[in-house]
T-cell receptor
Framework: NAGVMQNPRHLVRRRGQEARLRCSPMKGHSHVYWYRQLPEEGLKFMVYLQKENIIDESGMPKERFSAEFPKEGPSILRIQQVVRGDSAAYFC?????????????FGNGTRLTVT | QKEVEQNSGPLSVPEGAIASLNCTYSDRGSQSFFWYRQYSGKSPELIMFIYSNGDKEDGRFTAQLNKASQYVSLLIRDSQPSDSATYLCAVTPVDSSYKLIFGSGTRLLVRP
């Protein structure tokens, strides 16, 4: 059973470009979460999605960031007009259900570097 | 005050010793508590979760929860060099069953 798959593993973008990060949840998991980890800091919640629905985006910056989880295909985290402060590791996690009996399983992350 | 606090370390212990990792949290209503292990450049990996006061043991790992003191700890018995990693404490806030609030992690170094 493959784990949470994220790609690309590393992404370099120049300031002002767009970054697209992809996440395929574990088989059978319909709940997807995106977290961001800045250097020497803990992971920060960004957004929680189910198929075709954004459930909670309270951790997402109001501008330039968007996320989707279409009926078919991976979840996408999109960052428009990237700035240096967006450089971080972005982790996706999935779970089969919502709630404390469904701990999150994380992917290996996408490390975004903005030059 | 940070919502979840951990000593950044590094915590250095000799091989075979008990490593004790600590975490405090500010939200008294928190319900669920998790310990993740993260090797450098890798994903966080779930080690233990605990919901009730007391101890929970799984192999060499023991999680301890004291809700009155808002304190959760992870003990690693018979520490091995392969346990060297950053250990992240995470808590679900009272108003959410799915959102994890992470500490910044404690780096553990097990000396051979």
């Amino acid at each position: 059973n493959a784990g949470v798959m994220q790609n690309p593993r590393h992404l370099v973008r120049r300031r002002g470009q767009e970054a697209r990060l992809r996440c395929s949840p574990m088989k059978g998991h319909s709940h997807v979460y995106w977290y961001r980890q800045l250097p020497e800091e803990g992971l920060k919640f960004m957004v929680y999605l189910q198929k075709e629905n954004i459930i909670d985006e309270s951790g997402m910056p109001k501008e330039r960031f968007s996320a989707e989880f279409p009926k078919e295909g991976p979840s996408i985290l999109r960052i428009q007009q990237v700035v240096r402060g967006d450089s971080a590791a972005y982790f996706c996690a999935s779970s089969p259900n919502r709630g404390r009996d469904s701990p999150l399983h994380f992917g290996n992350g996408t490390r975004l570097t903005v030059t | 005050q940070k919502e979840v606090e951990q000593n950044s370390g590094p915590l250095s212990v000799p091989e075979g010793a008990i490593a004790s990792l600590n975490c405090t949290y500010s939200d008294r209503g928190s319900q669920s508590f998790f310990w993740y292990r993260q090797y450098s450049g890798k994903s966080p990996e779930l080690i233990m979760f605990i919901y009730s006061n007391g101890d929970k043991e799984d192999g060499r790992f023991t999680a301890q929860l004291n809700k009155a003191s808002q304190y959760v700890s992870l003990l690693i018995r018979d520490s091995q060099p392969s346990d060297s990693a950053t250990y992240l404490c995470a808590v679900t806030p009272v108003d959410s069953s799915y959102k994890l609030i992470f500490g910044s992690g404690t780096r553990l170094l097990v000396r051979p």
